[in-house]
Every structure is written in C-alpha cells, then in structure tokens.
T-cell receptor, first 114, second 113 residues
C-alpha cells in the first residue's frame, strides 16, 4: 500500500471546525482513502472513505484534492469527544479482496481545548 | 447486536506461559483480523482469516497462532509468551472483500513479565 504522511499532533478549540491533512503523493488510481480514529483506550473506529469525489457523512467530511495526492478530513464542529488519534489509510480497491488488513501509521493526535 | 467482543480485557502472563485470546462477532462477517498495538504506534496486522476454516499470516505473525473453527470466532494463541509480546491486541471484522469498513473490538491489554 502507498504511504501516507500526517502531522504528529494538532490542537483545536471546542465548537470550531478542524481540518486534518493527509499527504499521499504516491497514491495509485485504485487506492481508496480511508480515515479511522481511535479514542483513548478504545479500538479504532471507521470515520469515512472516498476515491475521487468529496464525501460527507454524519461524522465528518472528506475533501480530496483534484490530483488525489492529498486529502483533508473535516470535523465541522469539534467536541471534546472528538479528541482522538486520526489515521489516514490507503486501501487498494483490488487488494486481495480486502484480506490484507489495514496499514496504520502513527496518525495525528487531535487535542481539543474547551 | 454486540458487534466485536474480546475476552479477556486484561491479562498478565509470566514468560513461557501460554494463553488464548478470543474474538467474537455477531455481524456474520466473513473476514476477521488480529492486530497488535505497541505504545505510541499504529496497529500492525498479526494474522487474518477470509472465512471459516481459513487463516493467513499478516505483517508480524511470529510467536502467534490462530484458528477460525466457527465463522463468528477468531482465536489468537500465544504458545510461549515473551516480554516482547506485551501489547494491546485488537480484533476486527469486515463484512466482505473490498472497501468496507472494519469493525474493531475494545482490545485486550496483555503484559508479559
């Protein structure tokens, strides 16, 4: 799987939008961009994923650059509960049927100030 | 619907002891995975299974064995525990192949002294 680069940590204020960047300059045409987050002392949880177009769901939005070499996870109004480590992961659409698991980096530690 | 559950939540072993971690999912998922997470690191894949009766090695399989005798259960075994296996272990499942979200369990914190 292609490599992703994320900042080690970011800080934001409660009730403000948060933009979490991810660089993936070696992304291939069949790589989906997935985001997971891990709250303290919990297992990771799925946030969102996309291929080319921007995506929205109840948790967040995913903005994908036109050249797909970078993406941004947007939390529209951060709460204290959003404090977590956020992982940007590339997953090949044709990767053995998804049987090879997810490749986690160190992610971005998001700190939310009240 | 409990999702993915793991047993036990915590365990302390002495070097050389053996144990089995149990993962269960009630979502009828085909794919199941075992990961380990060391402090300050992301998760690394140990073993996975694409269906009942099948298993395969992941990135860090040495020192572990797995079995998938029933579709809903995935067992991770440590035959002779070593301090290097001190970690938090997460189980996950996936409904099908392709880009579907993985569901993770709450983790098992294992300490080997």
């Amino acid at each position: 799987d292609a490599k992703t680069t994320q900042p080690n940590s970011m800080e934001s204020n409660e009730e403000e939008p948060v933009h979490l960047p991810c660089n993936h300059s070696t992304i291939s045409g069949t790589d989906y961009i997935h985001w997971y987050r891990q709250l303290p002392s919990q297992g990771p949880e799925y946030v969102i994923h996309g291929l080319t177009s921007n995506v929205n769901n109840r948790m967040a939005s995913l903005a994908i650059a036109e050249d797909r070499k970078s993406s941004t996870l947007i939390l529209h109004r951060a709460t204290l509960r959003d404090a977590a480590v956020y992982y940007c992961i590339l997953r090949d659409r044709d990767s053995g049927g998804g049987a090879d698991g997810l490749t986690f980096g160190k992610g971005t530690h998001l700190i939310i100030q009240p | 619907n409990a999702g993915v559950t793991q047993t036990p939540k915590f365990r302390v072993l002495k070097t050389g002891q053996s144990m089995t971690l149990l993962c269960a999912q009630d979502m009828n998922h085909e794919y199941m995975y075992w990961y380990r997470q060391d402090p300050g690191m992301g998760l690394r894949l140990i073993h996975y299974s694409v269906g009942e009766g099948t298993t395969a090695k992941g990135e860090v399989p040495d020192g572990y064995n797995v079995s998938r005798l029933k579709k809903q259960n995935f067992l991770l075994g440590l035959e002779s525990a070593a301090p290097s296996q001190t970690s938090v272990y997460f189980c996950a499942s996936n409904i099908l192949a392709g880009n579907y979200e993985q569901y993770f369990g709450p983790g098992t914190r294992l300490t080997v002294t």
